[in-house]
């Protein structure tokens, strides 16, 4: 919690939030085209909210409620899509806002789902969430199966979809590497979380991005698994820059 | 320098740093094509640094000297940067630094050039300053002129081609927009940092990022000048992406 200077970096820029989300809808021309997606699929003053575990959370403020906000979107893959959303569609008055807080499960997400998605109001719901499913059946006591992690996921999705009947969905595979905390004694287990994850995407109507398979090829590509996720399961930036990246390819934004 | 929160975020990979820097020499296999630049300008085990003002800082944790910490990058540019070279070049061995610190004019570089630049031995050198140079005559009775900061900057960089003589050398253009702290009477004298910034980087033959041209046209195509320079001079997501995207693209990486 100590050590992060933000001094007039934040003093200069506290007053921002939701007064530069909505400076951008003083925007009249089209976006240029963007590095990846098309304008077409970006609807005007859509509310993005990320949400899952620390892959996600990424060391943000939780203290600070407001969109489009550097500290508030964390150091990962949020922060990489949300800059470069903004970027590419200054005229759509983007909201971006992260949730994600460190160590959740299923379980965890249901418990603040009312308070930290909800009452967002969100257009877009991009959750990653599944890796302590399995790894804290290991390490914490945890005795939820992978039949229990599709069926809450299940339940969670459908009850966005019913309260939040026109969101958009977006489910990311949870992923780990052969590496630090990760080792062969995950197979087949953590394969089991992943099968579910894609079910329930597909039954939930979500989008799906897939990223196991992208980041093994990568491993593989260069700099080997820690390269990637240091200890088999958190993102260096070089990978939350393929997540971003893909999030980005598979919405179509 | 509260609020910031890294629990298992920050733990699971505070022992990475150098290590994760080293692991990737062991990629075999080149790249494929980055997003931008090609990997045939990229050398192997490039030492890049990034200096310069709260631009720069964007928030970075001082206390951690390792290269390719997301918390060590802060959140602007430099996080970006790195993350997409991280990520394009997983075989090259890079190493990423930001010694940004906020409120700093070219006098405060020059301060702890030694301990902050030459002593990293870096292949890259990154700068942006300038912006406190004329804005601090205005608030804090600092006495620099438009000459001053060419002759100092000149010297400062004359000094690290002396020191470093193979170092590669990037400047980037200081910027503002007229909105929150920028009003009318910054010009012309703001545009004369930025006349001087362009002959410095010439003389040293550094590679010279334009900027304030381009955050003009973003704002006119969406936004406004506080969607993309919150208070007039802190770049917000979107334009630390364009930044991003803008170093990319001249340094050709």
Redesign the interface.
């Known amino acids: ?10 003093g ?2 506290s ?2 939030g939701a ?2 989300a909505l ?2 809808v ?4 089209p ?2 085209a963007p ?1 990846v997606g098309g304008a077409g699929n970006v609807p005007n003053k859509a509310t993005v909210l990320f949400q899952g575990d ?1 892959i996600t ?8 409620a407001d969109a ?4 508030a ?1 964390g ?2 893959y949020p ?2 899509v ?3 959303l ?2 590419a ?4 008055g983007l909201r971006i806002l992260n949730r994600g807080i ?2 959740n499960k299923v379980p965890d997400l249901e418990a603040r789902w009312d308070k930290d998605t909800i009452a967002l109001a969100p257009d877009v719901v991009s959750v990653l969430v599944g890796v302590n499913d399995y790894w804290h059946t290991r390490t914490h006591g945890y005795a939820g199966t992978a039949e229990d992690y599709e069926r809450q996921y299940g339940a969670l999705l459908d009850e966005t979809r019913r309260r939040l009947p026109l969101v958009r969905l977006v489910v990311l595979e949870p992923f780990v590497l052969k590496t ?2 990760v080792d062969a004694t995950w197979w087949p287990a953590f394969d089991a979380r992943r099968a579910a994850a894609a079910r329930v995407a597909e039954r939930a109507g979500a989008t799906y991005v897939t990223l196991q398979r992208e980041l093994e090829a ?1 491993a ?5 698994p ?3 996720l ?2 088999g ?2 993102p ?7 997540i ?2 893909r999030w980005r390819t598979v919405v179509g934004w």
């Open positions: 919690v100590s050590g992060i200077s933000r001094r007039d970096f934040v200069a820029a007053a921002v007064g530069a400076a951008c003083r925007g009249v021309h976006a240029v590095a620390s959370d990424a060391g943000r403020d939780r203290d600070t489009n906000v550097a500290w979107l150091l990962g922060l990489l949300a800059s470069g903004l970027q569609y200054p005229d759509r460190s160590g630090g905390n990568a593989n590509r260069g700099g080997g820690a390269y990637w240091v200890d399961v958190h260096t930036p070089a990978a939350h820059a393929l971003a990246e």
